[in-house]
């Protein structure tokens, strides 16, 4: 599953807008494999174009960041995700009512 799998999760997270943000949850559904939130999880952690695949666009499902970002922490991905206009509930939760992406 992992190769092509992978594949259609980038694929995905490409289409994610500039200034929205998508769950995992959300992905594996739109990848066709809705129990599959762990394997984008495992996808985005070894994004083979981190600049080109907007991984810093997905957010668990209440809306935090990734303590892993592969970027250098919820830090780094806050700071992406505040220079493209999206707003904050907390320091470390994406305002989901504003920013969700319904695709």
Same mark, same amino acid.
């Given at each position: 599953?992992?190769?092509?799998?992978? #594949? *259609?999760?980038?694929? /995905?997270? $490409?289409?994610?807008?500039?200034? *929205?943000?998508? #769950?995992?949850?959300?992905?594996?559904?739109? /990848?066709?494999?809705? $129990?599959?939130?762990?394997?984008?999880? @495992?996808?985005? !952690?070894?994004?083979?174009?981190?600049?080109?695949?907007?991984? !810093?666009?997905?957010?668990?499902?209440?809306? *935090?960041?990734?303590?892993?970002?592969?970027?250098?922490? /919820?830090?780094?991905?806050?700071?992406?995700?505040?220079? =493209?206009?999206? =707003?904050?509930?907390?320091?470390? /939760?994406?305002?989901?009512? *504003? !920013? $969700? @992406?319904?695709?």
């Amino acid at each position: 599953m992992q190769r092509g799998y992978f #594949t *259609k999760v980038y694929e /995905t997270v $490409r289409k994610i807008p500039l200034g *929205k943000v998508a #769950t995992y949850g959300q992905i594996a559904r739109l /990848t066709g494999n809705p $129990r599959a939130a762990r394997q984008v999880g @495992w996808a985005l !952690h070894v994004n083979p174009e981190p600049y080109i695949i907007p991984c !810093h666009r997905v957010v668990n499902r209440d809306g *935090k960041l990734s303590g892993a970002f592969a970027f250098g922490g /919820t830090d780094a991905q806050r700071y992406l995700l505040m220079n =493209e206009g999206v =707003e904050f509930v907390d320091q470390e /939760t994406v305002d989901m009512s *504003k !920013h $969700r @992406w319904e695709a």
